[in-house]
T-cell receptor, first 112, second 110 residues
Framework: DADVTQTPRNRITKTGKRIMLECSQT?????MYWYRQDPGLGLRLIYY???????NKGEISDGYSVSRQAQAKFSLSLESAIPNQTALYFC???????????FGEGSWLTVV | GDSVTQMEGPVTLSEEACLTI???????????LFWYVQYPGEGLQLLLK?????DKGSNKGFEATYRKETTSFHLEKGSVQVSDSAVYFC?????????FGTGTSLTVIP
């Protein structure tokens, strides 16, 4: 089983709908991240959380929100999805005492 | 601010050819450096890393050396295989933040 699990792995949704991507981890890491991957743009940070009570905006947080329900769970929400949010989304984790980041397998989101 | 710049792709090589993917970084401190690999349909996996100047990271026949004087961490492999076809990301970690390059797509043809 993957240490960082994302659900759903694939989702097609309509413009204006609310969608939530969930992430859970069994690595025991305190830090969690959401990234977005677009062709030619690499990875862009949406939000990150250094612990349950510490949530921070990344470089492209507009149109997104997050919730850190527990140390092991970090969800990403699109309140009103739009087509340019069509992308591959990655959850990731790291240790505050470490310097390596670990990724989930990704969630493909298509907004039509 | 801190950043990572890597070679634009895509790169297409024949099997057994030599590979170099260039990566340079800018950092205010002393970053740790990484190469991640993303195989088709999968997430990013750590390929190798180096945490201080002159360290060499290696894995699966790939290697990269942390060059402080040139602020570089180029990825090399002497003989690529079809199974190496993937997207490769250079990354740095400094000041509690990770910085990623835009990725280089590699296709190896038989």
């Amino acid at each position: 089983d993957a240490d960082v699990t994302q659900t759903p792995r694939n989702r097609i949704t309509k413009t204006g709908k609310r969608i939530m991507l969930e992430c859970s981890q069994t690595k025991g890491h305190d830090r969690m991240y959401w990234y977005r991957q677009d062709p030619g743009l690499g990875l862009r940070l949406i939000y990150y959380s250094f612990d349950v009570k510490d949530i921070n905006k990344g470089e492209i947080s507009d149109g997104y929100s997050v919730s850190r329900q527990a140390q092991a769970k970090f969800s990403l929400s699109l309140e009103s999805a739009i087509p340019n949010q069509t992308a591959l989304y990655f959850c990731a984790t790291s240790l505050s005492s470490g310097n390596t980041i670990y990724f989930g397998e990704g969630s493909w989101l298509t907004v039509v | 601010g801190d950043s990572v710049t890597q070679m634009e792709g895509p790169v297409t090589l024949s099997e057994e050819a030599c590979l170099t993917i260039n990566c340079t970084y800018t950092a205010t401190g002393y970053p740790s450096l990484f190469w991640y690999v993303q195989y088709p349909g999968e997430g990013l996996q750590l390929l190798l890393k180096a945490t201080k100047a002159d360290d060499k990271g290696s894995n699966k026949g790939f290697e990269a050396t942390y060059r402080k004087e040139t602020t570089s961490f180029h990825l090399e492999k002497g003989s690529v295989q079809v199974s190496d076809s993937a997207v490769y990301f250079c990354a740095s970690f400094t000041g509690n933040q990770f910085y990623f390059g835009t990725g280089t797509s590699l296709t190896v043809i038989p």
